[in-house]
């Protein structure tokens, strides 16, 4: 064996001893899980991404942060397709709005309706955390109070278990829903690792930025320069500077809560994270908003088609044992 490959190979066991595998393990399941709800079966390259993320930590960015960033992009912009079975929860719903006027004309009125209905959401697709975080029930009121009550508006009702259209929708294009996640979290680390100029080591130049390996072990391919600097020109808006310095905030915020002192011998960066969303749930640990969300997307929409063939394509090394799919 050459001393170059010892070289490299004692370099790759020190990333993966720095790095807090139980952490880096449930991330990479919460990630896998919300991809599945959208049908994004886009592979991760595990090894690849714990590597970047030990080098960016060198440059400054804490591994804690970027997992945050992580996680919460996969999380906020996943976007899906309506199905079929969506048509039926939207067309209960209006039927459910309908009951109390209509009574039993209400089914027959939205049957006429379901055609259009089923017709225009073949045209949209729509966040998945909002579909997914839509109350399952519904109270249908059939009677009026009869007494002088603000707490009880009805006397005579029944819960009904229904979903209410998301909002707001997206409009579909050809081909599958794309997947803006990745690119996101790439364009972020590289903003947090800028802010950290002249802190921590930096990487030799004849390495691969380890900003564009990341976002090719989140796509599950390579990533070439030219493809990464089109999205990252397109993301530069306002509102990507505001959720960069509220993933920030909240992180360092969760952190000053915690009344556990971080283990020194142990680097379990994903600890303060992981507890906050297993005790309170996405919603209330990311730093979701819906108009900043939506911006985003449509600003990753409109960038020029990047060529997954462009005669600048890097190299960038593969994982022994990884496998690469096509991903947007």
């Not at 249908?140 to 002088?148: A, E, L, Y």
């Amino acid at each position: 064996m050459s001393g170059k490959k010892a070289s490299q190979n004692s370099q790759e066991h020190a990333d993966r001893s720095r790095i807090d595998h139980e952490g880096l393990g449930w991330a990479l399941t919460k990630i896998r899980e919300w991809r599945g709800r959208v049908e994004n079966r886009t592979e991760i390259d595990d090894q690849l991404l714990a590597k970047e993320m030990v080098r960016l930590a060198e440059s400054g960015v804490p591994e804690s942060l970027l997992g945050f960033v992580i996680l919460g992009c996969e999380w906020m912009f996943r976007i899906r397709t309506f199905e079929p079975r969506d048509a039926d929860t939207v067309l209960a719903h209006i039927e459910s709005r309908l009951l109390p006027v209509l009574h039993e004309h209400a089914w027959l009125v939205t049957e006429a309706l379901a055609p259009s209905v089923r017709k225009l959401l073949k045209t949209q697709r729509v966040l998945a955390l909002v579909w997914e975080d839509i109350p399952h029930e519904v109270f249908v009121p059939t009677g009026p109070k009869s007494v002088d009550n603000s707490l009880v508006p009805y006397d005579a009702g029944y819960i009904a278990r229904l979903r209410t259209r998301p909002e707001p929708s997206i409009r579909a294009r050809r081909g599958p829903p794309p997947k803006p996640a990745p690119w996101i979290a790439g364009v972020i680390a590289e903003r947090l690792r800028d802010d950290q100029k002249g802190v921590g080591i930096q990487s030799p130049s004849e390495e691969q930025d380890p900003v564009l390996e990341l976002v090719s072990a989140l796509c599950g391919r390579t990533i070439d320069k030219h493809e990464y600097a089109v999205r990252r020109q397109s993301l530069r808006i306002p509102e990507l500077d505001n959720l960069v310095e509220r993933f920030k905030e909240l992180l360092e915020l969760f952190v000053s809560w915690d009344t556990r002192p971080a283990l020194r011998d142990h680097l379990d960066w994903f600890r303060v994270v992981r507890t906050r969303l297993d005790t309170f749930g996405p919603r209330d640990t990311f730093p979701y908003d819906q108009q900043t969300v939506t911006r985003l997307i449509e600003a990753y929409g409109t960038s020029p088609a990047a060529h997954k063939t462009s005669p600048t394509r890097a190299s960038v090394p593969r994982s022994p044992g990884a496998g690469r799919r096509g991903g947007e």
